[in-house]
């Protein structure tokens, strides 16, 4: 069973940095494109930075320049660098994985548990 956990989340002050990494576990042929989101307290999950298996990248607005995804493809590991970090960055940080092939096995989306980043001011 494929599996994705996050870790790297934490306290920072604004303008620090963090790395968040997103694995997967299992066996895995392929994923199409991994994305983060994010949801803040009281707010709906917004996507925030894409990879795609070709390595086309894509970002929200609000953390263009700032945030930057990648992808180990021999570690099946997905990181999101995050710099110049924002009070408004506060939010739980999700991985998700889109059409994860294992074995016989596809799924449609994965989702990790999540990792908090907290920015104080």
């Known amino acids: 069973q494929v599996q994705l956990v996050e870790s790297g989340g934490g306290l920072v002050q604004a303008g620090g940095s963090l790395n968040l990494s997103c694995a997967a576990s299992g066996n895995i042929f392929s994923i199409n494109a991994i994305n983060w989101y994010r949801q803040a307290a009281g707010k709906q999950r917004e996507l925030v930075a894409t990879?795609?298996?070709?390595?086309?990248?894509n970002y929200v607005d609000s953390v263009q320049g700032r945030f930057t995804i990648s992808r180990d493809f021999a570690k099946n590991t997905v990181y999101l660098q995050m710099n110049s970090l924002k009070p408004e960055d506060t939010a739980v940080y999700y991985c998700?994985?889109?059409?994860?092939?294992?074995?016989?096995?596809?799924?449609?989306?994965?989702w990790g548990q999540g990792t908090q980043v907290t920015v104080s001011s």
């Open positions: 990879i795609t298996g070709g390595g086309s990248t």
């Open positions: 998700n994985a889109e059409k994860v092939l294992s074995g016989t096995t596809y799924y449609a989306e994965l």
